[in-house]
């Protein structure tokens, strides 16, 4: 079992900056990416970014690239997202998740509301 507290979503104006923090308990061994997806009201969960956990090789989704920046601290058990020069459709509920090599294979955390204001 790998359990996932997220913190740092919040109200921001437009152009602004968040800083979202995941950590990550438990069964930690069995990961190998950790990551962040968003779902806004009357839209499907999507992927926004994720990293992994030894090579710190990082992907992104096409609209985030040059405003986010995903790294971990893997002595904490920590993945963040660094949110620059937010939108308004950036607003979302962002949830923490990681790839785990043992059965159920993906974890997610409760979701922390992210609400950028035009």
């Known amino acids: 079992q790998v359990r996932l507290v997220e913190s740092g979503g919040g109200l921001v104006q437009a152009g602004g900056s968040l800083r979202l923090s995941c950590v990550a308990s438990g069964s930690i061994s069995s990961i190998y990416a950790m990551g962040w997806y968003r779902q806004a009201p009357g839209k499907q969960r999507e992927l926004v970014a994720t990293i992994t956990r030894g090579g710190g090789i990082s992907m992104y989704a096409d609209s985030v690239k040059g405003r986010f920046t995903i790294s971990r601290d893997n002595a904490l058990n920590t993945v963040y997202l660094q949110m620059d020069k937010l939108k308004p459709e950036d607003t979302a509920v962002y949830y923490c998740?990681?790839?785990?090599?043992?059965?159920?294979?993906?974890?997610w955390g409760q979701g922390t509301q992210v609400t950028v204001a035009s």
């Open positions: 998740n990681t790839k785990n090599s043992d059965f159920p294979y993906d974890y």
